[in-house]
């Protein structure tokens, strides 16, 4: 047996009273008259940018507006020309090393904390973390109040990942000093579609 399991073992020995898991089938959790408004102000409070692509705006145009000295873009969406990156082709993560900007989709956002669900949609699904500026492009009928919404709608492809991704990273761990972009992304906008 494994120190782990011995360890397991002796806690389930242990357990003087067991309770069943309360059934979440009731909760419905936190609810906004606008979910869309919500969702920008909390992307927004989180570091995050929203910007609303107008109708006829074609996203190369807007992406190079919002990033002028980007010379990398990665991206494998047939939307976006002007990607010089192919997440499904470069052949290793460390190929996306550089990337100064990473185009990806999300499928739907969640008010209550400014998440979007992002399947891998992608061979690497490095480029979500690795670049050093990240587009997450959004239809805005897609917003869900909260996270019990959200849970019921999460999805996976044939990858079998995905993760949610709320604004840049960020931590203030050291020193008591915010740093951008400690972990992944300096900065995350949402191209609303």
Request: with cysteine; glycine share 8%.
């Amino acid at each position: 047996m494994s120190n782990k399991e011995d360890i397991l073992s002796r806690f389930r020995k242990n357990v003087k009273e067991k309770y069943d898991m309360p059934s979440l089938d009731d909760i419905k959790g936190i609810t906004y008259p606008d979910p869309l408004a919500q969702f920008i102000s909390m992307t927004e409070s989180v570091g995050g940018k929203v910007v609303e692509l107008k109708p006829g705006q074609d996203i190369n145009a807007l992406v190079k507006e919002l990033f002028p000295g980007a010379k990398e873009i990665a991206s494998n969406l047939e939307e976006v020309t002007i990607a010089t990156r192919n997440p499904d082709t470069i052949g290793s993560p460390q190929a996306l090393n550089g990337t100064d900007v990473g185009i990806i989709k999300g499928v739907f956002g969640v008010a209550e904390n400014a998440c979007v669900w992002v399947p891998q949609a992608m061979e690497e699904k490095a480029v979500c973390f690795i670049s050093e500026n990240l587009v997450i492009l959004l239809k805005k009928t897609e917003i869900v109040n909260n996270m019990h919404e959200a849970y019921k709608r999460i999805q996976f492809n044939d990858y079998g990942y995905g993760t949610f991704i709320s604004g840049p990273s960020k931590t203030a761990d050291i020193a008591q000093v915010l740093v951008m972009g400690a972990q992944a992304a300096r900065t995350a906008t949402v191209v609303l579609v």
